[in-house]
């Protein structure tokens, strides 16, 4: 078997005197879905920092196509082929949709995603382009969002609460386009509080609690009692 | 017709005030830097101004092809080497280290050049104007400097909103994390923007020294008039500035006429009474 693209090990991360992961491991394969789960302050996040270079105060290592990420600053990450769709979705509020999907594509790499590609995934973005994005209802900044990290055509999507906050239809429709974001190759970590639904679209889950990984494997290997007795800790 | 004289009068001042405010407000909009040394900087740049044409004979509004670029460069270098170390560590140490910047440059040229006060040399055009009426003469320079001060605006509005280096300053501006995951490198972001700023100072100083004398110590003068032209306008909004200048020279003019001593109260009255009603300025920040 060929190397993984990401190899993740002993992870550490740190705010000030704080530590929030410890000893991490992580694989990720070439097209593959990683589901992340875990209660809230399990790491999640902080996890998705450390790969991107936003929390720096981390050792461990992080290997990504042969390279060691760990000196690397965030702002080159994304040419590197990272790209992250923050927690609470994070749009630039005084760019419009447009813009916010052309900043992502500012880090032009090569690939299917354009600007064109974006709006036939997402119409109503097309309409949308010149609103300020704080103009848009959840799901639709929800969809900028996604579209500004495929704008780098990245290698590695990772998906920080796809669906928090967003109404049970908004959720079905973005679930619904998930296997043509996921498509081509992509990789994609997935975090998210709805356990079932992630569970249901990964190949494989890790589940964290209080900063360590607790269980790993595929979705199908491991009983809904296992799996919640890892997400509680009980 | 003398009261219409006194406030287009006022009006073109405005246009040199907004000059030193939309340097203080495209800094303070990027990074949230408080510029305590702008003032002393516009005053730097007039002594820039100065060197170099005693060095080459130059007209002085032709001196800024020398000083242009080379304000630009000294900002760029200032941001990276001194302001980036002072930033994202709460308020305070970039108001210290400006505050400190200020009294240096001072000195600097203090020693440099003595307390005495100079002025750039711009021939004819000083004294020249035109009558638009009987009562209204129009000075060619004041009308310069007022349509530099449009132009300023004008270029550094499209700029913002219509390049990707606009883009890239709203985009840091707005989120300074989530910026670097779009391929920013913050800090030259922000040097980028304290380069544009120093083209601005620059401009502002050259027509501040052909205009009056200049000495050492007048930059805190203009760091308050450029300081009440920004809040006058409300924060974020470059037009806003531009209206603020004008609000500022208007009250300034009209208080001077009242009494020669009135001139710079009248100006700080109207500042304060705005900032008691509507203290966002009166044209805050809109949707862009
Ligand atoms: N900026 C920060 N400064 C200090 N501590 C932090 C910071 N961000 C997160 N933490 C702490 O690190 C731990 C992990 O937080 P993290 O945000 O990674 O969790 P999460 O799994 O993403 O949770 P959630 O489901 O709530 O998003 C928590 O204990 C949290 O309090
Ligand atoms: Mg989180």
């Not at chain 2, 750039?120 to 000075?139: K, Q, R």
């Not at chain 2, 490198?185 to 401009?203: D, E």
Request: proline fraction near 5%; include cysteine.
């Amino acid at each position: 078997m060929s190397e993984p693209l990401l190899t993740v090990e002993r992870l550490n991360a740190f705010y000030g005197d704080a530590q929030a992961l410890f000893d991490v491991d992580l694989t990720l394969a070439r097209g593959e879905l990683l589901a992340l789960i875990g209660a809230n302050g399990a790491g999640k996040s902080t996890l998705l920092k450390c790969l991107t270079g936003l929390v720096k105060n981390r050792t461990g290592t992080i290997r990504f196509k042969g390279e060691d990420l760990i000196p690397v600053p965030a702002f080159e990450i994304t040419a590197r082929g990272i790209a992250l769709v923050p927690e609470g979705r994070r749009l630039f509020p005084s760019l419009s949709v447009e813009e916010n999907l052309l900043l992502g594509g500012k880090v032009a790499r090569p690939g299917a995603w354009s600007l064109e590609a974006i709006y036939d995934l997402f119409p109503i973005l097309k309409e949308k382009r010149k609103s300020p994005s704080t103009l848009l209802s959840g799901g639709q900044q929800q969809m900028v969002a996604i579209g500004r990290g495929l704008m780098s055509n990245p290698d590695i999507l990772l998906l920080d609460e796809l669906s928090l906050g967003l109404a049970p239809v908004v959720i079905k429709d973005i679930y619904d386009l998930l296997p043509k974001i996921a498509g081509n190759g992509l990789s994609v970590i997935l975090v998210e509080q709805d356990v079932s639904r992630a569970l249901g679209v990964a190949d494989r889950f890790m589940c964290m609690l209080e900063g360590k990984v607790k269980l790993e494997g595929r979705p199908d290997a491991f009983g809904r009692e296992e799996i919640t007795n890892a997400y509680f800790g009980t | 017709m003398e009261w219409i004289n006194i406030i287009v009068q006022g009006i073109l001042v405005g246009g040199l005030y907004a000059l030193f405010a939309t340097g203080l407000s495209l800094i303070f909009g990027v990074m949230r830097l408080v510029n305590i040394a702008h003032g002393d900087l516009i005053i730097a740049a007039a002594y820039l101004a100065y060197t170099v044409i005693q060095l080459t004979g130059l007209h002085p509004l032709a001196s800024l092809v020398v000083v242009l670029p080379l304000s630009a460069l000294f900002g760029y270098g200032l941001q990276l080497a001194v302001l980036n170390r002072t930033l994202d560590k709460g308020i305070l140490p970039p108001l210290l280290v400006t505050f400190g910047l200020s009294i240096i440059i001072q000195n600097f040229l203090l020693e440099t050049f003595s307390a005495d006060s100079r002025r750039l040399n711009a021939g004819a055009i000083e004294i020249s104007s035109f009558s638009l009426m009987p009562g209204l003469d129009i000075g060619y320079v004041p009308l310069l400097t007022f349509a530099c001060a449009v132009a300023v605006v004008w270029g550094l509005q499209y700029l913002f909103y219509h390049s990707p280096m606009g883009r890239s300053f709203r985009a840091v501006s707005d989120d300074p994390e989530v910026s670097q995951l779009m391929g920013l490198n913050n800090r030259t972001v922000y040097a980028a923007a304290m380069a544009l700023s120093m083209v601005v100072v620059a401009i502002a100083g050259v027509l501040l020294a052909i205009r009056s004398n200049f000495d050492p110590f007048m930059g805190p003068g203009r760091l308050i008039f450029g300081f009440e032209a920004v809040i006058i306008g409300g924060l974020g909004n470059l037009w806003g500035t531009l209206a603020g200048g004008v609000i500022l020279g208007v009250a300034q003019a009209v208080g001077a006429q009242i009494d020669p001593g009135w001139q710079l109260l009248a100006g700080h009255i109207v500042f304060l009474l705005i900032l008691a009603v509507r203290p966002q300025g009166l044209f805050p920040k809109g949707v862009a």
